[in-house]
């Protein structure tokens, strides 16, 4: 058999949470670079007349970046509950 099917719920669980920590990592990452370039070219964005565009990106970014945390923490919460020596 191969390892894939004999991997418990709580092993997939915890190979999804290993996945978006990973995501997590590069959304902060992509936000951060964003962000400087923003600073760094934002007037002549304006005068592009596109400052618009980047901030809907960054919102969205800063959306997806929230929502992805609070995933991660209610599957680290399961995961614990999953993990947990039951009581005797």
């Known amino acids: 058999m191969s390892e894939e099917s004999t991997k418990t719920p709580t092993d997939h ?4 949470l290993s996945q978006l920590k990973e995501m997590r990592h590069y959304s902060k ?3 951060e670079h964003l962000t400087a370039s923003w600073i760094l070219f934002e007037g002549e964005l304006k005068s592009l007349k596109q400052t618009e ?3 809907a990106l960054m919102n969205k970014q800063g959306e997806f970046h929230d929502a992805l945390e609070k995933t991660i923490e209610d599957l680290e919460a ?3 509950e999953m993990t947990a020596e039951p009581e005797e």
Not at 13 to 16: F, I, K
């Open 13 to 16: 669980l915890a190979d999804t």
């Open 29 to 31: 990452t992509n936000v």
């Open 53 to 55: 565009k980047i901030e």
């Open 78 to 80: 399961q995961h614990k």
